[in-house]
């Protein structure tokens, strides 16, 4: 099992400001396979990223992503009030398994 | 667009059997994966299974022995139970659909809005 590790846990940032989370994967992951998801509370994940730097539909230019291997960053270049939440990072691997990191929390500083 | 809802009861008793339906509107379920994750309170996400349109599925292994997926195309459903479960089973429920592109990228997206199971006598 492809094990995500997301870092930091927490980033305390202000608006304006830019953010940058990190996924690192205990094995090798296809770009294809790696998503990211913004989570606000009471309301389920929202996809954001996938195909590790491809932005999906109505999600703004200020969001991206990138890497490879086992590496990859998403970041959000200025942040507006609505981008403090949890980010998670979601793999697809061997046996046909996804997995999630455990989240890096933005909050405001 | 798509939409997904899921639905089941709230509360489940220790050692019975959680069971869900997520009902797919605003789309066909066939030609499509379709996957059940699970968040317990204050914690992170955890895939469960998935099933396709054909009746295929795969678990995660951690949860294989307990779990079992199923799919109604006639009803635009698929659903989800969980048997012998404990305490450490309660967990908001989503499903979600898994998408797939002509390159091999995937994602999940729709979600539903997630229904909280609690387990507990």
């Known amino acids: 099992e492809i094990v995500l590790t997301q870092s930091p846990g927490t980033l305390s940032l202000s608006p304006g400001e830019r953010a940058t989370l990190s996924c690192r994967a205990s094995?090798?992951?296809?770009?294809?396979?790696l998503a990211w998801y913004q989570q606000k509370p009471g309301q389920a994940p929202r996809l954001l990223i996938y195909?590790?730097?491809s932005r999906a539909t109505g999600i703004p230019d200020r969001f991206s992503g990138s890497g490879s291997g086992t590496d990859f960053t998403l970041t959000i270049s200025r942040l507006e009030p609505e981008d403090f939440a949890v980010y998670y990072c979601?793999?697809?691997?061997?046996?046909?398994?996804?997995?999630f990191g455990q989240g890096t929390k933005l909050e405001i500083k | 667009q798509v939409q997904l809802q899921e639905s089941g009861p709230g509360l489940v008793k220790p050692s019975e059997t959680l069971s869900l339906t997520c009902t797919v509107s605003?789309?066909?379920?066939?030609?499509?994966?379709w996957s059940w994750i699970r968040q317990p309170p204050g914690k992170g996400l955890e895939w469960i299974g998935y099933?396709?349109?054909?009746?295929?599925?795969n678990y995660n292994p951690s949860l294989k022995s307990r779990v079992t997926i199923s799919v109604d195309t006639s009803k635009n459903q698929f659903s989800l139970k969980l048997s012998s479960v404990t305490a450490a089973d309660t967990a908001v429920y989503y499903c979600?659909?898994?998408?797939?592109?002509?390159?091999?990228?995937?994602?999940?997206?729709?979600w539903g809005q997630g229904t909280l199971v609690t387990v507990s006598s």
């Open positions: 979600a659909r898994d998408n797939w592109n002509d390159v091999g990228e995937n994602w999940f997206d729709p």
């Open positions: 605003g789309g066909s379920i066939s030609s499509y994966y």
């Open positions: 099933i396709y349109y054909s009746g295929s599925t």
């Open positions: 094995q090798s992951v296809s770009s294809s396979f």
């Open positions: 195909g590790a730097s």
């Open positions: 979601q793999q697809y691997g061997s046996s046909h398994m996804y997995t």
